[in-house]
């Protein structure tokens, strides 16, 4: 463990106060009454590294939150991934697209909770840069495990909200006078944010537990990808392909053990026997089922793929058989192989390179990126000779299947290509273009007047 065991019982104390400080945006909350003020949060390596640790305490405290299964479970309800049993209306307004600025769980586990997060890290950031008790090398650290947490949370709110209010500091009376920063304003720290966490991080982390170098390039070769920049993010994605630092498991039911040579980032989940999130969402515990894989989605394995075979099971429950996420099998208690939650893996950086590829009119090397994820399932390879076209649709196919279920990349893919009108229409629900946005909460338009609501929610 990478605290002593003095420093883990301050982890507590720190994360509380971190947290009052970054809900004073919201609500006025009196100083804490303990003797550990952020005066000396900051104060050496041990208090610091503590400070930090509670950020990933409070992201990893419960499951369904912003970075901790919510971005699994919630945009793949929006799109055309997930069925769901008599869940509350609160979810049953993401499947059906039609989510009101009043929903509990758009404000308190995706709004509320990823600028609780951002504000946590501007903190450390404004403490750890005032710092004069914290070593140089281990500051250098921190501040770019914070950068790239911060740019994580911006990269999530920008798509599921467009322009959003980018708060890069402490400042309560500021904060809340912000209005909504542009998407593009918000991609550029975004990059800014990961440019200098790759320079700031360390190459390797034991089982890849805290962000590295290599974690913050593969978050941004997505951000390129997602804004376009083709080149830029083949290139990136190149760096961490070939780091030799990761490659893909060539047995998919270990890809997601804490193990795993194919994951790039994870964080270790904190609660009581607990392993990830999305085990303990998706995996039915006494044949009670909430969610399981739509139709429109098993459809489209094709024959013999290992991923239908090992990443999708079976429950029947009565007369009918259902088929759930099976890519993390454990939901409690201690396992004989643990599962953490994997935030970013290298057969994602594969896929990124394709498409860019075959955006730049390279099919020969998307093809061949492609197919290295195709041969891990044993599938058929795909031939050099198709179209940049083509092989496109073959890409959003084959993204579809290897991330479904996985931090909302079938939602985000849908939107970000244009696709989203063309597909979601046929999903039964009463599909607008303007629910391709979530709606800003409606209790957040009321303590930040600036903000204004997305279309489609006046």
């Known amino acids: 463990m990478w605290l002593n065991r003095c420093t883990f019982f301050c982890l507590i104390s720190i994360t509380c106060i971190l947290s009052i400080t970054g809900c004073?945006?919201?609500?006025?909350?009196?100083?804490?009454?303990?003797?550990?003020?952020?005066?000396?949060?900051?104060?050496?390596?041990?208090?610091a590294q503590a400070a930090v640790a509670g950020l990933y305490v409070k992201i990893m405290s419960s499951p369904k939150l912003f970075l901790n299964g919510g971005m699994s479970l919630y945009p793949a309800l929006s799109a055309d991934e997930l069925q769901r049993a008599n869940l509350p209306n609160f979810e049953d307004q993401f499947?059906?697209?039609?989510?009101?600025?009043?929903?509990?769980?758009?404000?308190?586990?995706?709004?509320?909770?990823?600028?609780?997060?951002?504000?946590?890290?501007?903190?450390?950031?404004?403490?750890l840069q005032k710092s004069t008790g914290v070593s140089a090398a281990l500051k250098k650290q921190l501040l770019g495990e914070v950068q790239f947490v911060r740019a994580l949370c911006y990269h999530y709110l920008v798509n599921l909200f467009g322009d959003v209010p980018l708060a890069l500091g402490t400042n309560a009376d500021v904060n809340a006078m912000l209005s909504r920063a542009p998407v593009d304003q918000v991609y550029q720290q975004i990059v800014a944010d990961l440019t200098n966490a790759s320079e700031e991080l360390p190459?390797?982390?034991?089982?890849?537990?805290?962000?590295?170098?290599?974690?913050?390039?593969?978050?941004?070769?997505?951000?390129?990808?997602?804004?376009?920049?083709?080149?830029?993010?083949?290139?990136?994605?190149?760096?961490?392909?070939?780091?030799?630092?990761?490659?893909?498991?060539?047995?998919?039911?270990?890809?997601?053990?804490?193990?795993?040579?194919?994951?790039?980032?994870?964080?270790?989940?904190?609660?009581?026997?607990?392993?990830?999130?999305?085990?303990?969402?998706?995996?039915?515990?006494?044949?009670k089922l909430n969610y399981w894989l739509s139709k429109d989605l098993l459809d489209v394995f094709e024959s013999g793929d290992l991923r239908r075979l090992k990443w999708v099971n079976p429950v029947t429950i009565g007369t009918t058989t259902y088929y759930y996420p099976y890519k993390y099998k454990v939901i409690t208690s201690p396992p004989p192989i643990h599962e953490y939650n994997v935030v970013l893996r290298l057969a994602e950086q594969y896929l990124i390179r394709a498409e860019a590829y075959a955006q730049l009119n390279r099919v020969d090397s998307a093809v061949n990126d492609l197919n290295a994820i195709r041969s891990r399932a044993e599938l058929p390879v795909f031939s050099t000779t198709i179209s940049a076209d083509e092989c496109l649709v073959r890409i959003e196919q084959e993204r579809r299947i290897e991330l479904f279920a996985e931090w909302g990349h079938r939602w985000f893919d849908l939107k970000r290509t244009n696709r989203a009108n063309a597909v979601l229409n046929s999903k039964g629900s009463s599909w607008s273009t303007d629910d391709q946005l979530y709606p800003i909460p409606a209790s957040e338009l009321l303590l930040a007047p600036n903000l204004g609501q997305n279309p489609g929610y006046e």
């Not at 961490?240 to 498991?249: A, D, G, M, P, Q």
Request: proline share 4%.
């Open 203 to 287: 190459d390797y982390y034991n089982l890849h537990t805290r962000p590295t170098k290599y974690a913050a390039q593969a978050l941004l070769a997505r951000v390129y990808l997602y804004t376009r920049q083709w080149g830029k993010a083949a290139e990136i994605a190149s760096i961490v392909i070939n780091s030799s630092r990761f490659w893909l498991e060539p047995e998919l039911n270990n890809v997601f053990t804490a193990g795993s040579n194919e994951i790039i980032f994870q964080w270790v989940p904190v609660g009581d026997r607990m392993n990830s999130a999305e085990g303990f969402i998706f995996v039915p515990v006494n044949q």
């Open 95 to 127: 499947f059906n697209n039609s989510i009101s600025p009043t929903n509990t769980l758009l404000n308190t586990n995706l709004w509320k909770a990823a600028y609780t997060y951002i504000y946590q890290c501007n903190i450390c950031m404004e403490g």
């Open 24 to 47: 004073k945006k919201l609500v006025h909350v009196d100083e804490p009454g303990d003797s550990l003020t952020m005066s000396t949060v900051f104060s050496n390596d041990s208090l």
